[in-house]
């Protein structure tokens, strides 16, 4: 997958290409929909992972890659337009396998801002908003969480919504938030105070007076995708701008249940990249002579690694089917992303161990993979919601509201 400087090249040259693909998932595509996907394998290897390494230890976004994004065509093709479930997520496998921040970045548009346009705003939102974003002319974030609100947002969000004549006064906080400090458009969620009901609100970020975002620093993980910190004071939006069929924090679900599945897909990407770097460096270093994925100990952990991305990729495959017959719930996304999110750390944890020290070099690509898994295990959803949620629907039982 890529070349490090810290790998002594192995002369048997015979040795199989790392393939994370096992099961031929890819093999379930159209032949158009692999050429889709080929063309994003292409772009991520040839145009993100030369650079993104550098990106990512500078807490920089790399705004050259938005050009040749836009070639490949392919914001139309998200679950905000209806595109096939299947495709949809391998794409977000194929953005995740080289690096998980800019395929964050391009989650949150495509599925968080769009998808919420698509599955609540009126017709004339849908066709003044969404092809500009499919075009990835407008960027869009999407603000949920909260300084004092994470996991409990269904429970209640401090963020107001104050309807005034043919508009709304927004006051609050929002915290997280992918893409705000530079994007275009946030999709804010607030508590209606006269009817308590959670209303979603397209803000236009560079023109609403009261609107200031201030970016999160100090990550140690996700480095590329910079998050923002939004506050409103008194910031007035028009009626026009409010979703018009978002009504309740249930609507606002609607959205997370199917990017819930994206994330899926995402920490399935992850193990795949991670997997592929782990062949690559065993099949490569040399100890005691040999090159160390001929020790059975280093092959024990290939194959761990392997049956971990496999099963997660066979879950995500049956949860698409699930997604393209319209059936989707909300414990069945919940289910794959906490599966699929606990797997990741097992795998990027073992294919960094046998890097050894390498490892811990961002240049070695797998450290860059090991501390972003820890974001996607806790975002959209901690790992105990989404067991709560499962959970819950097994037994009846709410351990939670
Ligand atoms: C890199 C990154 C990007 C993000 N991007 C966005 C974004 O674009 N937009 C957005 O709106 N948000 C975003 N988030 C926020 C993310 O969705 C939240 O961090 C997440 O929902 C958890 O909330 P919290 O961090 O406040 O944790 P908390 O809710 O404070 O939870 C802390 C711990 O308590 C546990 N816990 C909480 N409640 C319960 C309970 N009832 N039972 C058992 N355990 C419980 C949690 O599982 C967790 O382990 C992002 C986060 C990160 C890290």
Redesign the pocket.
């Known amino acids: 997958m890529y070349a490090s400087a810290n790998v002594i090249a192995h002369p048997h040259a015979e040795l199989p290409v790392p393939n994370g693909d096992f099961y031929d998932i890819k093999g379930m595509l159209t032949g158009d929909e692999r050429a889709i996907l080929e063309k994003v394998r292409t772009f991520n290897d040839t145009k993100v992972a030369p650079i993104i390494n550098d990106y990512w230890v500078r807490d920089a976004f790399p705004f050259e890659l938005i050009e040749p994004l836009k070639t490949l065509d392919i914001g139309r093709l998200g679950i905000a337009r209806g595109g096939r479930p299947l495709l949809t997520g391998l794409m977000a496998m194929e953005f995740m396998r080289t690096d998980p921040s800019f395929a964050t970045f391009y989650g ?1 548009h495509t599925g ?1 801002a769009m998808g919420s346009i698509a599955l609540l705003g009126s017709d004339e939102q849908k066709a003044k908003w969404l092809p500009p974003m499919e075009r990835f002319e407008i960027i869009g ?5 909260e300084p004092l609100v ?3 947002t269904g429970g209640g969000l401090l963020t107001t919504a104050k309807r005034d004549g043919d508009s709304w006064i927004l006051n609050g906080e ?1 915290k ?3 893409n705000a400090t530079w994007c275009d458009i946030s999709i804010i969620w607030a508590r209606d105070v006269d009817d308590n009901q959670v209303k979603g609100f397209i803000v236009e970020n560079k023109t609403t007076p009261g609107f200031r975002v201030e970016k999160i620093e100090n990550k140690m ?2 480095k590329v ?1 910079q ?1 923002g910190h939004i506050i409103m004071e008194n910031c007035r939006v028009p009626e026009a701008n409010r979703l018009q069929n978002a009504n309740t924090f249930r609507d606002t679900a609607l959205v997370l249940r199917e990017t819930r599945s994206g994330v899926g897909w995402a920490a399935t990407g992850i193990q795949m990249g991670a997997f592929e770097l782990a062949v690559r460096y065993a099949q490569t270093r040399l100890q005691f002579g040999k090159p160390i994925g001929a020790f059975q100990m280093m092959q024990d952990l290939i194959a761990r690694m392997l049956a971990n991305l496999t099963a997660s990729q066979a879950m995500m495959y049956r949860l698409a089917e699930i997604e393209e017959a319209g059936k989707l719930t909300d414990q069945e996304a919940s289910l794959a992303k906490a599966f699929t999110t606990q797997r990741m750390r097992e795998t990027v944890a073992w294919a960094r161990e046998l890097h050894g020290a390498n490892g811990i070099l961002v240049d070695s690509n797998i450290g860059r993979l090991f501390a972003d898994a820890e ?1 996607i295990y ?8 989404q067991n ?1 949620i499962v959970a819950k629907a097994a037994t009846g039982l709410s ?2 509201v």
Request: hydrophobic letters at 50%; one cysteine or more; glycine letters at 16%.
């Open positions: 949150v968080l974030c999407f603000g949920l969480t994470g996991s409990g929002k997280w938030i992918g993980a996700l995708v998050n974001a806790s975002y959209e959803g901690t790992f105990q919601m709560l351990a939670f």
